[in-house]
């Protein structure tokens, strides 16, 4: 079983920054890959950054990069997201996802966007808002 809890959300003004935390508890299994997506209202879900756990390759969807960057905290069992330079645009609510399945994360690779929008992924989190006011 794995559980994810995420912290880091709130309101800022474009321009500003937010960090995101995603602390993943393993009871038995080992994750292969974390993914972070957002949802706006009325949107799809879409993938925004990813990372394998072992190597650490990384994958961003094009309107974020050079603005966000995902990283892992092994001991800490913690994936961040940090957000710089915010736009309006990026205001959703973000949800951090991991798989145990390499089938899963490999085949995400080749999806659309990142980790093709989280589709199979099975462990998510409940979700931090980021809104971000013009």
């Known amino acids: 079983q794995v559980q994810l809890v995420e912290s880091g959300g709130g309101s800022v003004q474009a321009g500003g920054s937010l960090r995101l935390s995603c602390t993943v508890s393993?009871?038995?299994?080992?994750?292969?890959?974390t993914g972070w997506f957002r949802q706006a209202p009325g949107e799809e879900r879409e993938g925004v950054a990813g990372i394998f756990t072992a190597g650490g390759s990384t994958y961003y969807i094009d309107s974020v990069k050079g603005r966000f960057t995902i990283s892992q905290d092994s001991a800490k069992n913690t994936v961040y997201l940090e957000m710089n330079s915010l736009e309006p645009e990026d205001t959703a609510m973000y949800y951090c996802a991991a798989e145990t399945s390499l089938r899963v994360c490999l085949t995400g690779v080749l999806g659309v966007g990142v980790f093709n929008r989280g589709a199979h992924f099975t462990y998510w989190g409940q979700g931090t808002q980021v809104t971000v006011s013009s």
């Open positions: 393993t009871a038995d299994a080992s994750t292969y890959c």
